[in-house]
Structures are given as C-alpha cells and as structure tokens.
DNA sequence: TCTTAATTGAAATGAACGTTTCAAAATTAA
DNA sequence: TTAATTTTGAAACGTTCATTTCAATTAAGA
C-alpha cells in the first residue's frame, strides 16, 4: 500500500496562514509559499490543487481558530455584558499584539477579492452571516437579561457590532494606542445599555 | 521647442483610478493600465515613473476627488448635524451607487499595502490625521452649539466616528440593503446626541 | 521481499510581470 | 525650414508567475 502524508497538515496551514495574512493574496507567490512551509512546490499542488484552493483552506484555517480562541474566552463570561465585552478585548488584543499591524485576514481579503472572486465572495457572506447570528444571539441574550436595552432589535444591533468590528480592525491597522482603542470600543458599547 | 504633453492628464488618472479601484494595487498589472489609459507603456513610464508611484499619485487624486465632492455636499449644510449627516449619506450614496462592490480604494489600499509600502503607510497616516481633524472639527462645532453631547471630548469622538466610517465601508462592500445601512449609521451617530 | 501508490526534488513549461530601450513620428519656437 | 525635445510604437529586457512533468525515492500491505 501507499505511502502516507508525511507532513503535518494543519503545521503547513499555519505557516500559508502566516505568509497571507502578511502579504495579502496577490501578493504572495508560490515561492513565498514553498519557502514558508519547507514543502516541495509538487507536493503543495499535490495535496491543496492551486495557490487559490490552498488560500480558501486558510481561510478556513484562519475562521476556525478565531472561533476556537473565541469559544475559550468567552467560556468563562456568564453574561452577555461579559460576553461581548470579551469579544471586543480579544480583538483588542490580537490588535495590540500584532507586531506587522497586518489587520484581519478576513478583513483584509474581503477587500482585496469580494468583487473579483465568486468564491471569495460566498466565503466572506458565509463568514457575516454566522458573525452577525452569533452577535445577535448575544444581544439577544442581553436584552432578555435586561442589561441592554431593546431601542434597536438584535438583528439591528448585531449589524452595528458586525460593521463596528471591522472598523475597529481597520483602525488598529496604524492606531495601537490602548487607552485610545479601549475607549473607542467603550463607546461602541454605550449603544447597548 | 519641445512636443508637449498630448493627453489629458486629469482624465488619465481617472482611468487608472477606475482600474486600481477595481483590481486593487497587486491585482492590477501594467498591461491592464496600458488598456484602460490607451496610453503607450513608454508615455505611461515617462509621465509617471513607475507603476508605484502612479498609484500614488491616483491615491491623491481619489482623496482630493472625495474632498471636492465632500466639500460640495457641505456647502448646504450649515450646522453640526447637518453636517455629520451629510458626511455619512455621501458615502451611503456612494455604497449605494457602486455597481462592483469595491469598496472605498484609500480602506482597501491601507488593507492591502500599509504594512507592506511604507510610503503607503505614511500616505495612510496622514489620510487618518486629516480625516480625524475634520470630524473633530464638526464634532467641536457642534459641542460649542450644544446640540452634540459633551460626554467625550471631539478627539475620541472624532476616532470613533473614523472607525465607523471604516466599518461602513467594509460592511458596505457586502451588504447594499439602503434601510439597514441608513438604521446602522443613525445608531452610530446616536451616541452624539 | 515484492508490489503498489504517494511523496519528493528538480527542472521545465509558457505566460505574464514591471521596466527599458530606441528609432521614428510629432510638435513647437526660432 | 530647421533645430530641439517629447511622445509614441514596438520590441525586447531579465525576472517571476502559477503550474506541470517525471524520474527517483519512500513506505506500507501482501
């Protein structure tokens, strides 16, 4: 029988997730690809098909350990005040710690490729779907614990948290100051309660 | 004497600003600026230098092009909430017109480029500076005329309201429902009265 | 141990990349 | 008309692009 995969998957999406995420899609070419990961260029077409099908994976990649990182925070908030404030910091704090001031992947490939590529597309209207549903089923829970008010509708203001997260990501693209971002996300909030 | 320059430079820019806005920096390749412009490679090189820094000089013309035109639509307004208003209705108008979903070219540049490029990232800092002086400027205006609340100072509302031009822009990209996105700013803008 | 099938390495594919070159054409002032 | 200088067209520059090819290597089941 065969040999099997000798490398181990999910190392190589990390490190394709790295370049990326550094250099944008077009931006990165397959050389930057095969030297990030320490694969052969064969075996890179051999297990993932094409840069494209290989970036789609990262995305992939790069949505499932948000939520993974996400699902911890949030394990030890037992209210939706808690909740949503943890998210905020954890975008917080993927700002604050991003030493490249890269942005986020999503973010940053939603706007190099929505309009060109179809699948990109449907990627990123999946990916704002179950954002905002996830958003929403916060408020939600907010508003039945009558700890956020019910001026707007969840769906309503899960749009809002939705379009507020990614300026927030766009503006600690050049802006890292804590204080000032904490208080921007204070003001966010303020909507809610 | 010399030949001069034959073609229009002004319409040029707009030509390459249409393609770069559409395909972004990477995505878009000296060829396509040679279809778009009907310009000779050779004019092209000769006018602008390279294809950096006719991009450059696009991003100028897109930013005083958005200036002119935000100049305009103040002119009718003639205090602080008019004013606020008339900013986020221009680029609602302008989400709401843009067939091809890009976005806003200066959001998608600093996405794309600004940890790549530093003459990006300082062309990016500046957009921010000014950008953010202007809205302190509405926002004090409106703070002196008591119609804006003085909870935070103009300055961290000015970030704010930068921020959520940017989520407007990324979110704009994917949703085009006029309601929902007219709903999203007036709660962005609640928190000033 | 032999068969089987995937991984690997290295080279090659042709197309596209940004940029340069240069002679011919064009235009203006003298 | 001539001299000066830029624009123009077309080809070519060397490099890099994503992808393919294929023989050699590897490892597992029979």
Redesign the pocket.
């Known amino acids: 029988?065969?040999?099997?995969?000798?490398?181990n998957r999910k190392e190589v999406l990390q490190k394709a997730t790295a370049v990326f995420h550094q250099k944008g899609y077009n931006g990165?070419?397959?050389?930057d690809l095969v030297d990030a990961t320490s694969?052969?260029?064969?075996?890179i077409?051999?297990?993932f098909g094409?840069?494209?099908a290989m970036f789609m994976e990262v995305l992939s990649y790069y949505q499932s350990t948000n939520k993974d990182q996400m699902g911890k925070e949030l394990a030890h908030s037992h209210n939706a005040k808690d909740t949503i404030e943890a998210i905020f910091d954890m975008y917080l704090n993927d700002i604050l710690t991003d030493q490249d001031r890269k942005g986020c992947l999503i973010v940053n490939c939603k706007s190099e490729m929505a309009n060109q590529e179809p699948m990109i597309k449907s990627f990123m209207e999946q990916n704002q779907e179950q954002t905002i549903a996830m958003l929403e089923d916060v408020v939600h829970n907010g508003q039945m614990e009558k700890v956020f008010n019910e001026d707007q509708t969840a769906s309503q203001y899960a749009l809002y948290l939705y379009s507020a997260i990614q300026g927030l990501r766009m503006t600690g693209i050049l802006n890292t100051n804590r204080e000032e971002l904490k208080n921007l996300i204070n003001m966010v909030l303020k909507i809610l309660y």
Chains 1, 2 share one sequence.
Do not use: A, C, G, I
């Open positions: 029988m065969p040999k099997t995969e000798t490398f990165t070419s397959m050389q694969l052969n260029r064969s075996s077409y051999n297990s094409s840069k494209l």
